[in-house]
């Protein structure tokens, strides 16, 4: 799953079919994602010594194939996969080409997201925001 906490995302199926959003929490075991403001339910919660309880409404996962991370450049969401970074940035689909075009062999070589779009054109993933902003 190429989705991490803090990307924005739009929902491309649900009740909050078209709308965006960042996402708050990732969970990579149930392959499912929280994002902020999105896909509210409606719980009843017990009255306890901090809260008086009632209906609450809070957000609730939705599996992460629902969603598409979205580029602001663009305007639209895209499928998203990676790449590896050769010399000078370019961008190779193997990490052994990648290392190719190096001159010796690199001690490591970046793997980053990128969006991939029609006709074979990628483009970066921006950073993800973490924090509040």
């Known amino acids: 799953m190429y989705i991490q906490t803090g990307d ?7 009740k909050n079919k078209g709308q965006t959003g960042r996402v708050t929490r990732v969970d990579r ?3 499912r994602v929280v994002v902020g403001g999105l896909n509210l ?6 009255p306890n010594q901090i809260s008086e ?3 609450v409404q809070k957000e609730a996962s939705m599996h992460a ?12 969401g895209w499928r998203v996969g990676a790449r590896f970074e050769g010399k000078n940035g370019e961008l190779f ?11 010796e062999a690199p001690a490591k070589i970046n793997k980053v997201r990128v969006f991939l779009k029609q006709g ?4 970066l993933v921006p950073a993800p925001v973490r924090g509040e902003a």
């Not at 924005?8 to 649900?14: D, F, H, N, P």
């Open 8 to 14: 924005l995302v739009q929902v491309i199926a649900g």
């Open 29 to 31: 075991s149930r392959n």
């Open 41 to 46: 339910v409606t719980r009843n919660q017990k």
């Open 53 to 55: 309880g009632g209906r």
């Open 65 to 76: 194939s629902n969603v598409r991370l979205y580029s602001e450049a663009d305007g639209r």
């Open 93 to 103: 689909k193997t990490a052994d080409d990648a290392a190719k075009s190096f001159s």
């Open 120 to 123: 074979g054109e990628v483009s």
